[in-house]
């Protein structure tokens, strides 16, 4: 396998490729000598070529060097017009290339950043329209290799998504009885139309709205989200129906049903049941024959499926590409560009899912003492305040999976914090942690943007270790660093009134109150903006912060404040001044007595303050008489609401 780059100055047709063979380790370089690249076609064209972004740029710009064709046209083509390689270069060369990049990146840098890796950039402008001097191919060439490194170092953190992608093309070629190392340039999603044998008919189906409602569906009281979705006055996208359901604010929609209490903690005590529906979009697809049209032998779906329980049980590792050739399927009925495109079955499967969702809520209402906490996509969470209900709870699920034809799995929850449904922690019975959302995720290197807030956040909930001590306790720099890259819409960064090279930048806050902020120079309205979660003074390092000691500027006050403030977004009210009376919050002003305490922050206000029902009405209220009877707490000052 060979990681490679291409750069391409495109107003002087310059280019350059740099490669390194992940086997052995060799690394090379060609710079404008299309002899050499052809030499290294000849010796590499039944290797794996593995790219970021190389499957919309790189393996173009390879082919148009192959092909003699003038670089810089097909560079700015794809950068600039936003042409895809295939309508550029007809019959390309045979070549194998696997892209680790998937659409949800941010890019190369940003992930060299999450990495704790120098952020490096060129300082050689890709606008040059003169040949590049010794010295500026020599930065060049730096950049280049240390973009293949990098690029490499993605693969390996990614080596499991490779394996899948590989198994796919194996089961592809089996499916189609062939062995075609090409299907290696196939996306996942092509890969699974190739599996199932799709193949798009040779005419129009308008009928994308043209819809069914599933035949074991059982409404009553909210039979008319139904009627909604076969209203036609509702047949956009853009539409949405917003209700309540079980007490709780829902939007059902085309993509999905969601409903949360906001801000909720787990304060009640109470059984907590997380019900999840067992592979739902595979298992309507199997039971209601909601396979894309485009399949002829809809069969084949459901053995994968049962293939899959069968390899699940074994522990045979196969089993993890066949769960991705089921929950890939789905995803690409709206593909215009997939074999398997049926925007009808795509509707009908979202359909599906919501209401037969919404039939387990309604009839869950019968049992008296539950609360719904949440419900998703494929899943409720709800509370049971007396056990002698919870064998009712089950008998109302059961009879449900019986008539659905779908399967339930059961989690008891220990406690719960719910920002919205997008956003929460989960601590299991069993001590396991389910996290969702920016705030609480799981982390990863290839994801690590203000981590120990997130650490902090899970820790506090999770524990109840004290956010100060964790967020004082770290000397890892990386763990505090915020990893931003500059949009289209915007020409640079300006640190205070140094004016940035980077588009990617880290940055911290700093304690230093002469350190600038960081702003961005907008280009429709040519004027300086705030960049998004930037503190108001700051420090930049973009070299390597991987195991770098914290700095005495760091300011982890701003760090211990962002946490308490995501806690208060999950319904939690830290205990911030010390008091163990505090337990309510209110619109008001603390200053900490602490050394810390230069910086104003809202906060709790104590219990005995507010069981005595003291009016607030102007900064003229009587804080004299609050503060002198609460002498036991003196971390705590009240200064103004």
Not at 64 to 90: C, F, T, W
Not at 217 to 242: G, I, T
Request: a negative charge.
């Amino acid at each position: 396998m060979v990681v490679y780059d291409c750069e391409v100055f495109s107003k002087s047709n310059d280019w350059c490729v740099c490669w390194i063979d992940i086997d052995t380790g060799e690394e090379g370089e060609i710079v404008n000598d299309r002899a050499k690249l052809v030499d290294w076609y000849s010796k590499t064209k039944h290797e794996i070529h593995v790219g970021y972004n190389s499957r919309h740029y790189d393996k173009w710009i390879i082919q148009a060097l192959l092909k003699d064709i003038p670089v810089g046209q097909i560079s700015d083509n794809i950068v600039m017009y936003g042409r895809r390689g295939h309508e550029l270069i007809q019959n390309p060369m045979p070549w194998l290339d696997y892209d680790v990049m998937p659409r949800t990146d941010r890019g190369l840098k940003v992930l060299e950043g999450f990495m704790g890796h120098e952020i490096k950039e060129s300082s050689v402008s890709f606008d040059m329209n003169r040949p590049l001097t010794k010295t500026e191919w020599q930065e060049v060439l730096q950049y280049c290799r240390n973009d293949v490194r990098e690029t490499e170092k993605v693969f390996n953190k990614r080596a499991n998504t490779f394996d899948g992608h590989m198994g796919l093309v194996k089961m592809a070629n089996e499916a189609n009885h062939k062995r075609d190392a090409q299907l290696v340039n196939r996306t996942a999603p092509q890969l699974v139309a190739a599996i199932l044998g799709a193949q798009k008919p040779d005419f129009p189906r308008p009928d994308e709205f043209d819809l069914f409602l599933p035949n074991t569906l059982e409404l009553d009281k909210y039979q008319f989200v139904a009627d909604w979705f076969l209203n036609p006055n509702n047949h956009d996208y853009r539409q949405e129906l917003k209700c309540e359901v079980g007490g709780v604010p829902h939007t059902f929609g085309w993509g999905g049903i969601h409903g949360a209490l906001s801000q909720y903690s787990s304060k009640q005590p109470g059984t907590y049941i997380l019900c999840d529906v067992s592979s739902l979009y595979p298992a309507l697809i199997i039971e209601y024959d909601l396979m894309s049209r485009n399949v002829a032998n809809k069969a084949i779906y459901r053995q994968i499926r049962d293939k899959r329980i069968v390899y699940k049980r074994e522990k045979n590792p196969q089993e993890a590409v066949l769960k991705l050739v089921l929950n890939s399927t789905f995803g690409v009925f709206k593909d215009q560009y997939n074999a398997l495109y049926d925007p009808r079955m795509s509707n009908e499967v979202c359909i599906h899912g919501q209401l037969l969702l919404l039939d387990l809520i309604e009839h869950l209402e019968a049992v008296p003492s539950l609360t719904l906490i949440q419900s998703n996509t494929d899943g409720i969470l709800s509370r049971i305040d007396n056990t002698d209900d919870l064998s009712l709870y089950y008998d109302i699920c059961e009879e449900w999976q019986k008539r659905t034809r779908l399967a339930l799995e059961f989690d008891e929850i220990e406690r719960v914090y719910q920002r919205d449904v997008n956003n929460y922690l989960a601590v299991f019975k069993n001590g396991t942690v389910k996290g969702k959302g920016a705030v609480v995720k799981k982390l990863s290197d290839l994801d690590y943007d203000m981590a120990i807030v997130n650490k902090a956040v899970v820790a506090y909930l999770q524990h109840g270790t004290s956010v100060e001590k964790t967020i004082n306790d770290c000397n890892d720099l990386r763990q505090f660093q915020t990893i931003r890259k500059i949009g289209g819409s915007y020409a640079h960064y300006r640190h205070g009134d140094v004016i940035l090279s980077e588009r990617c930048v880290r940055f911290f806050p700093s304690t230093d109150q002469s350190a600038p902020t960081l702003t961005q120079f907008k280009l429709d309205t040519a004027k300086y903006v705030s960049t998004p979660s930037a503190p108001e003074h700051l420090f930049l390092d973009n070299g390597v912060v991987a195991e770098k000691p914290v700095p005495p500027q760091l300011d982890r006050q701003w760090y211990i404040d962002e946490t308490i403030s995501h806690l208060r977004d999950f319904g939690v009210l830290y205990n911030d001044c010390g008091c163990a009376n505090c337990v309510y919050y209110v619109n008001g002003l603390c200053k900490r007595k602490s050394n810390s305490g230069r910086k104003m922050i809202e906060t709790a206000i104590c219990d005995w303050y507010i069981q005595r029902t003291i009016q607030v009405r102007s900064l003229s209220f009587e804080i004299s008489n609050f503060n002198s009877e609460f002498q036991n707490c003196d971390q705590l000052e009240i200064v103004g609401i």
